[in-house]
């Protein structure tokens, strides 16, 4: 990204380019009523923060791992397929390592700014993809939005898995429920995806938890009582939702997490995966949401 570049989307005292430590490019957001920080590679959103709050996303001691690699934390963006696939391949997909172009940066209003990134062509021909329009949209605000839009401009039919893996900062795990899922299926990936129904209103979590809930659409909540908030998740053509924890033992095995930092994150993501992938003839577009929003949580005794 040349001098040009960096005057051509930096917004004076919204938007601000830089390059980190280790040369990679980043994107400092600041409005009246929140801060974020999204990186131009893998367009990984690594901070959120509105103002008097504690920051909305967890994210892990990244130092200790090479940034050209996807970190545990931040919202990492999942294309075009989810988990993992034959042993060759990565987890996740490849759009979350590799660099994404940072095509317009717009002022909403006093309060709100927009980035949108697209994922070049000359990536998806290099991993064997047909080049379609693949572009995220980050809203920050009161609020933090992100959309993913995929246009196939091919004249095949494209099938694609997506997800937003999404990382929260939690107070502590034992003071987290979780709300909206009750009485959904879901596949338990700790017990070798065996089929289940949910039977909490407010789900504890108490230990390792890895499930994929089944047509999950509506809005979920997270309630963290040692923060005195709820996080909301509002999601727009999402059938899938992620929870996730590797509690103690698996947390050993993630190199750039510390001893405790499980006890610190939960994992509730938006996608569509498996059956609920993503199926578009040639022409078709879609765009999938989630806007990110906190509200003070009332606890009574």
């Given at each position: 990204?040349n001098?040009?570049?960096?005057?051509?989307?930096?917004i004076?005292?919204?938007?601000?380019?830089?390059?980190?430590?280790?040369?990679?490019?980043?994107?400092?957001?600041?409005t009246?009523?929140?801060?974020a920080?999204?990186?131009?590679q893998?367009?990984?959103?690594?901070?959120?923060?509105?103002?008097?709050?504690?920051?909305?996303?967890?994210?892990?001691?990244?130092?200790?791992?090479?940034?050209?690699?996807?970190?545990?934390?931040?919202?990492?963006?999942?294309?075009?397929?989810?988990?993992?696939?034959?042993?060759?391949?990565?987890?996740?997909?490849?759009?979350?390592?590799?660099?994404?172009?940072?095509?317009?940066?717009?002022?909403?209003?006093?309060?709100?700014?927009?980035l949108?990134?697209?994922?070049?062509?000359?990536?998806?021909?290099?991993?064997?993809?047909?080049?379609?329009?693949?572009?995220?949209?980050?809203?920050?605000?009161?609020?933090?939005t992100?959309?993913?839009?995929?246009?196939?401009?091919?004249?095949?039919?494209?099938?694609?898995?997506?997800?937003?893996?999404?990382?929260?900062?939690?107070?502590?795990?034992?003071?987290?429920?979780?709300?909206?899922?009750?009485g959904?299926?879901?596949?338990?990936?700790?017990?070798d995806?065996?089929a289940?129904?949910?039977?909490?209103?407010?789900?504890p979590?108490?230990?390792?938890?890895?499930?994929?809930?089944?047509?999950?659409?509506?809005?979920?909540?997270?309630?963290?009582?040692?923060?005195?908030?709820?996080?909301?998740?509002?999601?727009?053509?999402?059938?899938?939702?992620v929870?996730?924890?590797?509690?103690?033992?698996?947390a050993?095995?993630?190199?750039?997490?510390e001893?405790?930092?499980?006890?610190?994150?939960?994992?509730?993501?938006?996608?569509?995966?498996?059956?609920?992938?993503?199926?578009?003839?040639?022409?078709?577009?879609?765009?999938?949401?989630?806007?990110?929003?906190?509200?003070?949580?009332?606890?009574s005794?």
């Amino acid at each position: 990204m040349n001098s040009h570049l960096l005057k051509k989307f930096s917004i004076p005292n919204k938007i601000t380019l830089s390059q980190d430590a280790h040369g990679f490019w980043r994107a400092a957001v600041t409005t009246p009523l929140s801060t974020a920080e999204i990186y131009l590679q893998g367009a990984h959103v690594t901070a959120f923060q509105k103002k008097g709050e504690e920051p909305l996303l967890f994210m892990s001691a990244s130092h200790r791992m090479d940034r050209a690699h996807m970190l545990h934390g931040g919202i990492p963006l999942c294309f075009p397929w989810f988990g993992n696939r034959e042993a060759e391949l990565l987890s996740h997909g490849f759009a979350r390592i590799n660099l994404w172009d940072l095509v317009e940066t717009k002022e909403l209003s006093e309060n709100e700014v927009s980035l949108r990134f697209q994922l070049p062509h000359a990536v998806l021909i290099a991993a064997g993809w047909p080049p379609l329009t693949a572009e995220l949209t980050v809203i920050v605000g009161g609020a933090l939005t992100l959309e993913l839009r995929v246009h196939n401009t091919t004249e095949e039919h494209f099938l694609y898995e997506e997800c937003f893996h999404s990382y929260f900062l939690v107070s502590d795990i034992s003071k987290a429920t979780i709300h909206g899922l009750c009485g959904l299926t879901y596949l338990d990936k700790v017990e070798d995806l065996v089929a289940k129904v949910e039977s909490f209103e407010a789900l504890p979590i108490k230990g390792e938890i890895n499930r994929i809930y089944l047509n999950s659409t509506g809005s979920l909540e997270i309630h963290d009582a040692g923060f005195q908030r709820i996080i909301r998740i509002e999601k727009t053509n999402s059938r899938s939702t992620v929870v996730w924890n590797p509690w103690k033992e698996k947390a050993r095995t993630i190199p750039d997490f510390e001893a405790n930092d499980y006890q610190k994150m939960l994992c509730v993501e938006s996608g569509n995966i498996r059956e609920f992938g993503c199926k578009l003839a040639p022409g078709e577009a879609a765009t999938m949401q989630a806007r990110l929003s906190t509200l003070r949580l009332i606890t009574s005794y």
